[in-house]
């Protein structure tokens, strides 16, 4: 072979070599990435938004984010709610301080800044989320969330795919926001699942039965 031909070998070879070599998955239809993020596990697709910026901007899309659980334990977590990737956030879980005692005595205490400030605030927060289907830990005692206005409470809880309604370590609504959850569930509702503790079979007999049974 003369040093001729060997040249145009070189040269009409280097063009496809070289556009293979350019080939970035970044080159990838957008709507093939989006596919792409959409399948990953939660924990690659933490790992995929560190790789360079461009694969951040694109994994900021809020439906790859509704796995996330938002735990809140004071006002300064509502904060997490401006991130733009968890606009359509579906599950949050209220931390509480708790009380630990040890044959009636107190052996230690940690602040709750729901009991000291009450949940009113959280409850209006949450309202302006529609995506919102389950809140871990409304534990609180029956002053916390009687204070809620019900109409606001019951726009909330009815929004849940689960809810329990028990006297003891969970929700205990005055007669008055029981009645409008259970016209409302009547109505319309996302329940799926409505827990009732033998506590809270007292707060369920003030229910008028005709609305109990629509409910």
Not at 11 to 35: G, L, T, V
Request: glycine letters at 4%.
């Amino acid at each position: 072979m003369s040093k001729s031909d060997e040249n145009f070998i070189n040269q009409s070879s280097q063009p496809k070599e070289q556009s293979m070599s350019q080939f970035h998955i970044n080159a990838m239809p957008r709507e093939m990435m989006f596919r792409i993020f959409q399948l990953l596990p939660p924990q690659d697709l933490k790992f995929a938004v560190l790789v360079c910026k461009t694969w951040l901007e694109m994994a900021e899309e809020p439906s790859f984010w509704t796995w996330v659980v938002v735990t809140l334990e004071t006002e300064e977590d509502f904060l997490k709610f401006k991130i733009e990737r968890l606009r359509l956030l579906q599950e949050i879980k209220v931390i509480h301080g708790y009380h630990h005692g040890y044959y009636g005595h107190l052996v230690n205490q940690a602040q709750c800044y729901w009991m000291e400030c009450g949940m009113t605030k959280l409850f209006e927060v949450i309202n302006e989320i529609p995506t919102v289907r389950r809140i871990h830990g409304l534990v609180c005692h029956y002053e916390v969330i009687s204070d809620i206005e019900p109409v606001l409470l019951v726009s909330v809880l009815n929004r849940l795919e689960e809810l329990q309604l028990c006297e003891h370590d969970r929700i205990a609504l005055t007669h008055e926001q029981m009645k409008l959850l259970f016209t409302a569930i009547a109505d319309k509702t996302n329940l799926k699942f409505l827990k009732v503790d033998s506590g809270g079979l007292e707060y369920l007999s003030k229910i008028d039965p005709e609305l109990f049974g629509a409910a």
